[in-house]
């Protein structure tokens, strides 16, 4: 893991945008250097000597895609400020088998730990996990969900499609056949953010997973990009 190089997206004066693997951890777990913000410090500094790097955000060890890392500790507050005041609209691609409960619409509830490092979604709406999505057929039985959340609960995706009857392909946690599948299909599709008075913008499709390559898929993802043209609803 130590030898993975990864993909970078983008690399401004104040941050970095880098293409996260898919199964690849945030933190270091049984191998030191395996985590994925060890590998970014590790391939950044040799790259380009830049030894001070803040994590603002994270993804989960099954999801792929866009993440942000800071290069100072000031634009780590001013990041970590846009995502508590929910100005990073946030994009991810998921596939799942199975039929919803429905195909498009918003996902919305408390959400409270469940067993074995799972979680649940209430009908309650104290504060709740908001999520708003379309679907695409992509097989018989199978669907394509771009899903842009207005909050950022643990697991909130991966809770939000089980919720609904459709739990993500390969999802270790969530998914009764996850044995089936190579990965986890949950990606971080797409960013956007307003950072000293500039706007940013990225989309990038997934790079791994035969579900995600077939021609099926690649054409709703093609139809998909950039996500925010998309005529969302208000909520």
Partial sequence: MAELELT???????????????????????????????????QLK?????TELYPVHRLDKI????????????????????????QVE??????????????QGLIKGDMVKSRRGMWKLLRTVDNPA???????PLAPKQRLYLIKPHS???????????SIGVPILGDPLYSSNDGDSERGYLHAF???????????????APSSGA???????LEVITSLSPPWQQNWPAL
């Fill in 8 to 42: 970078i997206v983008d690399h401004q004066e104040d941050f970095v945008i880098i293409d996260k693997p898919h199964n690849v951890s945030f933190h270091d777990e049984d191998d030191i250097g395996s985590g994925l913000f060890s590998l970014i410090k590790a």
């Fill in 46 to 50: 040799s790259q380009f000597g830049l």
């Fill in 63 to 86: 999801t792929s895609g866009l993440i942000i890392v800071a290069k100072s500790s000031e634009a780590a507050r001013a990041f970590q400020q846009l995502f508590q005041q929910h």
């Fill in 90 to 103: 946030k994009y991810y691609l998921a596939i799942a088998d199975g039929k919803p409960k429905k195909k």
């Fill in 130 to 136: 908001v999520s708003q999505f379309f679907s695409y």
């Fill in 152 to 162: 950022g609960k643990t697991h909130q995706i991966r809770v939000a499609l089980n």
């Fill in 190 to 204: 797409a960013l956007a953010f307003n950072l000293n008075n500039k706007h940013y913008q990225y989309c990038l």
């Fill in 211 to 217: 579900a995600f390559k077939s021609p099926a898929a």
